[in-house]
């Protein structure tokens, strides 16, 4: 079944809140009016180009058949998903990519299967990663930085209030668009969840304390890997990167919030990053109070 929707209208007079609590009704409206994926193979679909291969597939460029539109496709083998014991996270990926609308965020266009093979239709974002551009400039000055890292914060503030916690941010998960904006990709770790939970996943260098120690966790865990994620935007490399070697010394120097704040770093700048990595979860909070 096609997915086509438009992407919300943001109105400019309307207040914040209030555009939250509208995107979070619909939210609702397609997380809880979920459909299977038709056995249409590619049918409505022309494969123009491979772009790449990840771990569980291959991503396609594909133009709709009748039209002019070019997507990605991801095409992913049944066999292997479950070889590698990945259908939940399949499956729950393509429920958050169905239910979320949010102009930072990349959404389901169209997905179908046929009998080896599952392919999620997404939308076409071709500029590339934030990584490969990060390590092709180095360093972002923090005007630069706060471009990026402003998109993010408001794409964390939306799947929080849908009650989604990402999980996985890191600059190889933001795509960037022929504009120059952000799209954050790779719901895989995404869950939706009201309270606490406490599975193990994400990547080493971001992970907060309390997963580390293997503690129930909150919502909190995506603001102090934000914190991580503006430290590496401007410094080059995240605050625990020197010990990435020895995983058991990275782990304990994030226990305890152990890392040195470059000298170049602006006050503001010191500030946003303290407020983020705070070990103690009460206290963590982007500057103007949201969390």
Not at 72 to 87: I, T
Not at 102 to 117: A, E, H, M, R
């Amino acid at each position: 079944m096609s997915q086509h929707t438009t992407q919300y209208v943001f109105n400019s007079k309307e207040d914040y809140n209030i555009t939250l609590d509208n995107m979070s009704r619909e939210f609702e409206e397609r997380w809880n009016h979920q459909t299977q994926s038709p056995y249409t193979n590619l049918e409505n679909y022309i494969t123009r180009a491979v772009l790449g291969n990840g771990s569980f597939g291959t991503v396609m460029l594909v133009r709709e058949k009748g039209g002019k539109n070019y997507y990605a496709a991801k095409m992913m083998s049944k066999e292997d998903l479950v070889r590698l014991k990945q259908v939940a996270h399949v499956h729950n990926e393509k429920h958050v990519l169905n239910a979320a609308r949010f102009p930072f965020l990349i959404y389901l266009v169209d997905s179908t299967k046929c009998f080896d093979y599952l392919y999620l239709i997404l939308p076409l974002v071709n500029g590339g990663e934030l990584f490969s551009y990060h390590r092709r400039v180095r360093k972002f000055n923090e005007k630069h930085a706060r471009f990026y890292a402003a998109q993010v914060a408001l794409a964390l503030e939306y799947m929080h209030r849908m009650h989604l916690m990402y999980r996985d941010l890191k600059p190889e998960n933001i795509l960037l668009d022929q504009r120059g904006y952000i799209k954050i990709t790779d719901f895989g770790f995404t869950k939706r969840v009201d309270g606490r939970t406490s599975t193990l996943c994400g990547t080493p260098e971001y992970l907060a304390p309390e997963i580390v120690q293997l503690r129930p966790y909150n919502k909190s865990v995506d603001w102090w890997a934000f914190g991580i994620l503006v430290y590496e935007f401007v410094a080059g490399r995240s605050p625990f990167a020197i010990h990435n070697r020895d995983v058991i010394l990275m782990y304990s120097k994030i226990c305890v919030c152990d890392y040195k704040m470059p000298s170049y770093f602006t006050a503001q700048l010191r500030s946003l990053i303290e407020s983020l990595m705070q070990v103690d979860t009460t206290k963590r909070k982007l500057e103007r109070g949201r969390q």
